[in-house]
């Protein structure tokens, strides 16, 4: 690799560039080089960013007229060909299991410490961007790298804060780091008066800090890359990561990433986002919460597509199958990891009999989708908590003795157009309706205080799980001829009564993330819901009200 050169930081560096926020020492992160980093990506990629954004909403419109996701005819060659990606670095070589969760020190060291293979540091579905905690987790990432991240609990009078401190090296989880997605901005941070890309933001904002340290153990830097729609959309991710790669003098394809395959029309472009990503790309991943919510979101004028409640929309739905299906027959072809995705059940606390029945549950579920995964030929897993490790493991070292599990090529598998969008079967209940309500609004409510994840009735929730909340509330609202099963007509009644009911279901706010801020959330869901036109994200209005 040739030496990293820092951009100089030439007098007037990052003239043009503005930061609206402050945070505690935030100078050591967005230094003069940092910032001219940021601003030759802002200028050199953001009017594709547009561009691309633009073409999200034309194809949305194609299929709000009926139109059917397929695959590409303009693209056949690419799916046809014979390729495969770059080899894969050794550290990416055994990925059984994966943890992920939001960037706080006291995570990320319990991340890094907790035996996973990996730990993917989630500036996404689990952040809530403010800029605090954006600044606090660069910052946190900077110095885990660097081997120096400690964090203390706060203690009390009785009980001193409890110290954290990194395993040695060797020992710690290989560090992967999930950027925002395309579609949002860092709104403190404008390059010649326009807010530049969330995306851009963290992935450069973090190379720039640790490439150097962490190529020089052979540990990346590695990426997450989440929410993409395209393969030109990838090619803008291949072009950025190649600009910062050049700026920081670092060799061509050191940045490795992994995309999610977590909205509907990017099950259709697999292959063209491998091809557009062949020097770099290490698999794909099954992000499978967020492809649920793109499938509501991209049928949302369909009523013959509307999904049954969320807790009967498990991985075995037949679309759902198809989709992890086809994502492994895909990577494996071409040399690329095929990972699966995130069970949602977490561990239950307690030691009453109901806690511990609870408990063994959520875990057997756990199990059981693990055991489905490595049978169907994923190479690894997600776990969300660290005390689900164990189980994963147990479950990958039994049925995949090997690294990973590429030469399971899923031949057999014929997965077409209708198989990925095959309608689902079953009903929405009053406990299905009221608890997406519920959902919504607690998420909501503690994404607005700044945690972007929580457990709500032992499951663990996110920007992606709300989401799947909120879009079926919208769908549902807006097919005007659906009844629960017990058949009460779902519509705005029904939205009222659940908000009355809210309360009580909740108990005391106190007690809850972000209990004083329900009410708010309960007025941007209320708005989202009765909205004529479906709100591409959630995040997209929340964020105008962060900081
Ligand atoms: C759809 C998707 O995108 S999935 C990816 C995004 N989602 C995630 O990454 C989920 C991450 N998970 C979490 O944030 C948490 O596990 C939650 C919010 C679900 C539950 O958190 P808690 O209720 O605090 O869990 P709990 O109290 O059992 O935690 C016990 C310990 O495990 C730690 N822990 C829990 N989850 C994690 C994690 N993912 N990574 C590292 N440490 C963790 C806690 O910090 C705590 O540590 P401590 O004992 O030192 O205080
Ligand atoms: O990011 C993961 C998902 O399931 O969504
Ligand atoms: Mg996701």
């Known amino acids: 690799m040739a030496e990293r050169q820092h951009p100089k930081a030439t007098p007037g560096a990052a003239a043009g560039i503005e930061i609206t926020a402050q945070a505690a020492e935030q100078d050591a992160l967005l230094t003069p080089a940092a910032l001219e980093l940021l601003a030759g990506l802002h200028r050199r990629y953001e009017a594709t960013r547009q561009a691309l954004l633009g073409a999200r909403r034309e194809r949305q419109a194609f299929f709000d007229a009926g139109g059917l996701p397929d695959f590409r005819e303009d693209t056949a060659a690419i799916r046809a060909g014979d390729w495969r990606v770059a080899p894969l670095p050794a550290a990416l ?4 299991v994966e943890i992920t969760g939001p960037v706080d020190p006291k995570m990320v ?4 410490n907790s035996g996973a293979n990996c730990y993917m540091a989630d500036f996404e579905d689990s952040t809530s961007p403010t800029w605090d905690n954006l600044m606090t987790g660069q910052r946190a990432l900077r110095e885990a790298v660097a081997g120096s991240l400690t964090f203390t609990s706060p203690g009390s009078d009785a009980r001193p804060g409890k110290l954290y401190t990194l395993k040695p090296f060797r020992e710690q989880a290989v560090l992967m780091v999930r950027p925002r997605g395309w579609h949002l901005d860092e709104k403190h941070v404008r390059v010649d008066g326009s807010a530049m890309s969330g995306s851009l933001f963290d992935a450069a904002l973090f190379c720039f800090h640790n490439a150097e340290v962490l190529a020089a153990k052979d540990r990346g830097p590695y990426l997450y890359l989440p929410k993409l729609q395209s393969m030109e959309e990838a090619a803008l991710w291949n072009d950025a990561l190649g600009h910062i790669e050049q700026a920081l003098g670092l060799a061509e394809g050191r940045i490795k990433v992994t995309v999610l395959i977590e909205t509907l029309p990017a099950a259709f472009e697999m292959d063209e986002i491998l091809h557009a990503l062949r020097g770099r790309i290490a698999g794909l991943n099954c992000g499978r919460w967020d492809y649920m919510f793109s499938y509501i979101k991209t049928f949302r004028a369909h009523r013959d597509r509307v999904l049954p409640e969320r807790g009967q929309v498990t991985m075995t739905q037949p679309f759902l199958r198809a989709y992890s299906e086809l994502l492994i ?47 169907a030929g994923h190479d690894g897993t997600w776990v969300a908590h660290p005390a689900l490790i164990p189980i994963a493991r147990a479950v990958f070292d039994e049925r995949m003795p090997g690294k990973h599990q590429q030469h399971v090529l899923r031949e057999e598998v014929t997965v077409g157009r209708d198989d990925l969008i095959k309608p689902s079967l079953g009903t929405i209940t009053r406990e299905g309706f009221e608890g997406n309500v519920e959902v919504c609004v607690r998420y909501l409510a503690a994404w607005l205080d700044g945690n972007g994840c929580v457990p709500i009735h032992n499951l663990m929730e996110d920007a992606a799980t709300a989401e799947i909340a909120r879009a079926q509330l919208w769908s549902w609202l807006h097919s005007h001829e659906l009844h629960l099963d017990d058949g009460t007509p779902v519509d705005f009644a029904l939205l009222e009564r659940a908000f009355i009911g809210l309360p009580k279901r909740i108990g005391d706010r106190a007690r809850i993330p972000g209990g004083s801020r329900i009410n708010e959330a309960i007025g941007v869901l209320d708005r989202l819901t009765h909205a004529d ?15």
Do not use: W
């Open 93 to 96: 070589l055994d990925r059984r």
């Open 533 to 547: 036109e479906f709100e591409e994200f959630l995040t997209l209005p929340a964020y105008a009200r962060l900081d």
């Open 329 to 375: 027959q895909t990577c494996h072809r071409r040399g690329a990891h095929a990972m699966g995705g995130m069970a949602a059940q977490i561990p239950v606390g307690g030691s009453d009999e109901a806690s511990i029945e609870a408990n063994q549950a959520a875990l057997a579920k756990v199990r059981a989708d693990k055991l489905r995964e490595v049978t």
């Open 109 to 112: 060291i319990n991340a890094l």
